[in-house]
């Protein structure tokens, strides 16, 4: 399988590499835009991205399943061997706004779990690989997660009400910059940049799928509040709250996110 995943990998990477060229030629330009249900804001930089990607990979992989954020969900996928996990623009509000920090996310999952993937920064012209088994590359270098191992000196990034959590401020962290894109963000963690980073409840699989082997494939762990590896291609595509970091951080990390979540819950309103 080996060769499959990295042959699934040059296809994610070089597919990527379009989308991300394709997603340029709107960034910064007037995009049209529109609310989707819940609020959460879509382009038409990221319809035509998830057009081109859907065209350029099935057709490659015809016997693959589907499942994209921009895409109506086809419980057909549920079926596939492998299935192509894809966010066509992570950080569309940073897109909209003209921060550079945005990218296009693509995984192939089999069982449940990530097995090629690549992260693609256009305007950064930052691309990630990794494959399961085969380690983690950035621009095709091998990349590892940070090797700190105290807490009260390590860079974390997360959402930015968490930091003022009385949990997480005991932990003595620093807080790095915000950034847009919860794919990239936790690509830094597999890079090494960030030390940690920590994740709300209700991401999706197209947020977290190629990061999620990324981060692994680098040496580090992106779990669950209990530890537990994340599963893909179910029936439920959300998740809850996640932490990621290398083995020795993981445990502090994991046991805060807990406390904030079990916190926000007792007042009455999600984390």
């Known amino acids: 399988m080996t060769d499959l995943f990295r ?66 969900d086809d419980p057909a996928r549920l079926g596939c061997d492998a299935v192509f996990v894809v966010d066509p623009i992570d950080g569309t509000r940073g897109f909209m706004a003209g921060d550079r920090r945005w990218c296009v996310s693509i995984a192939v999952v089999r069982q449940g779990r990530p097995v090629a993937g690549a992260l693609f920064a256009p305007a950064l012209d930052r691309l990630y690989t990794a494959t399961a088994g085969g380690g983690a590359q950035l621009e095709n270098e091998p990349i590892a997660v940070s090797r700190r191992t105290s807490v009260e000196e390590a860079s974390v990034g ?23 894109s919860l794919a990239y963000r936790f690509a830094l963690v597999a890079d090494g940049r960030l030390d940690a980073a920590f994740a709300k409840p209700r991401s999706h699989d197209w947020d977290l799928a190629a990061a999620d082997l990324l981060v692994h494939e680098a040496g580090g762990r992106l779990t669950s509040v209990d530890g537990q590896a994340l599963r893909y291609n179910g029936e439920t595509l959300r998740h809850g709250a996640l932490a990621a970091g290398n083995a020795v951080l993981q445990p502090q990390l994991l046991a805060a996110v807990s406390a904030v979540v079990r916190d926000e819950e007792h007042a009455g309103h999600p984390a």
């Open 158 to 180: 997360g959402p930015k009400g968490w930091f003022r959590h009385e949990t997480i401020r005991r932990l003595g962290a620093s807080q790095a910059p915000y950034l847009p």
């Open 7 to 72: 042959s699934d990998r040059d296809l994610l990477a070089a597919a990527a590499r379009e989308a991300g060229a394709l997603a340029l030629s709107y960034f910064k330009r007037d995009c049209r835009s529109w609310a989707k249900e819940g609020g959460s804001p879509v382009t038409e930089a990221d319809f035509a991205v998830d057009r081109f990607l859907n065209d350029a990979l099935l057709r490659a992989r015809p016997d693959y399943g589907w499942l994209s954020e921009e895409t109506a």
